[in-house]
């Protein structure tokens, strides 16, 4: 019997570097003395979500210690798992940063170029781009996205350090986007304890609803915590406040009312299929949730994947969260419901499965969406016209 009290931090404790807003005012005057660098995007949002504890116990980018524990042994110096290296670089062509020298205080620029967060460099330090991308994505192919980044938007030079947070980043889906501590007490004023935390990157189908809900017809499961990861867009990708009004639309329309928290978690998506499935239930643990939704190639691209090494790696690893496996979903015309392999005898003529990318071309081809797949307020979102980043 589960008698955990929300899901306790990642190593204990959470990390809360956000400054209080006297102190925050001091720093951001003294930021004008400060080298201040405008890393890349993903390093900005990564910053943020340091500060305030998300990424718990980290509480900085990693130095070349915990760099190399991770790449090589999928383990913290401490022996925690962790399998994403989280680091910020210096831009290459940013001669000033260059200087930049251990002990500094370096304030961080936003897109707008303004401060947002300080990092104390505690280590310059070069790392291994190609270890990164094989390691922690399982290729160097840069047709995968995160790869494609490393090898072209990723600096050479790393910076090491804690990071604190002046202000928060104004961020496209701000109403929706709460930090752990905020998470926390929204779940304890609810009376939850045990919490299912929800891991997406689009709109809602009916398969996802029917996981959601077949998690939350667990006796044990108090709530549902919905978080779609919003943050870099690539192109192809539906606009931030499309996932979120096709979601809220979704949890006002179907959902018991005190039984689902919506959040957006606006980072970049790692595609690293098992890897990136394991470091976001390690997040998720952090926003307090003690369940966590794995289906099909979670945090999977294209074919790198092994669609249930996602499901496997829990096995390999304890991070102290409890996995919900899923096999992959559709809607059956024969059995008339939402079904797997594990509750469905029929073939696949009787299922209707569409896939993202398909769903995407029928969007752009103005055909009509299925609405044995999709709710009808979904539908009439996605319809909306300027969904997609093209
Ligand atoms: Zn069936």
Redesign the pocket.
Known sequence: MNMRILGEPYGGALVDQVLPSEEADQKLRETKDMTGIQPFIDFIYDSEKIANGAYSPLDGFVDSTTFESIVKNNRLPNGLPWTIPIIITIPNEDEKAKEIKEGEEIALLDWDKRPFAILNVSEKFQYSKENFAKTAYGTTDTSHPNVYDIFYNYGSTALAGKVKLIRRLELPTVKYELSPKETRELFKAKGWKNVVAYQCRNPPHTAHEYIQKVSLENSEIDGLFIQPVIGRLKKGDYKPHVIMEAYKQVVDGYYPKDKVVLSSLSITMRYAGPKAALFYAIVRKNYGATHYIVGRDQAGVGKFYDPYACHKIFDEFDVGITPLRYKETFY????R?M?TEN????TQE??VLISQTKMREMLKKGMELPTEILRPEVIKVLNQGDVILE
């Open positions: 059956c015309r024969a059995c419901s079904a509750t469905c005898p029929h009787s299922h």
